[in-house]
């Protein structure tokens, strides 16, 4: 069974950074594609960010773009997401996401990751 665990979330002020570590226990993390996603209160969740499985291939929402930086080490089964110049509206639970079905590219649509971490606060305050 794959597992997901999110690190790095907390409080920070407006403009300052914060980066987001998902460590995964599959054996084969580098066939996987992985993606970030937030939910804030009363909001549905959605995709901030995503890789394919080589890294050679990025997504980023409109409101991120510029700001996140999505990365991913496959010696060490780890996503990152770099984020900086930190807005209140990025306050949310931010959900790690890993789709192991070996597909190519970026998927940004959250029927195609099949495994989440149980997501880490990440508060920006004004």
């Known amino acids: 069974q794959v597992q997901l665990v999110e690190s790095g979330g907390g409080l920070v002020q407006a403009g300052g950074s914060l980066r987001l570590s998902c460590a995964v226990s599959g054996r084969t993390f580098s066939t996987y594609r992985m993606a970030w996603f937030r939910q804030a209160p009363g909001k549905e969740r959605e995709i901030v960010a995503g890789i394919s499985w080589s890294g050679g291939s990025t997504y980023y929402a409109d409101s991120v773009k510029g700001r996140f930086t999505i990365s991913r080490d496959n010696g060490g089964k780890t996503a990152y997401l770099q984020m900086s110049s930190l807005k209140s509206e990025d306050t949310a639970v931010y959900y790690c996401?890993?789709?192991?079905?070996?597909?190519?590219?970026?998927?940004?649509?959250?029927?195609?990751?099949?495994?989440w971490g149980q997501g880490t606060q990440v508060t920006v305050s004004s």
């Open positions: 996401a890993g789709d192991a079905r070996r597909a190519l590219g970026v998927a940004t649509n959250r029927e195609a990751y099949d495994f």
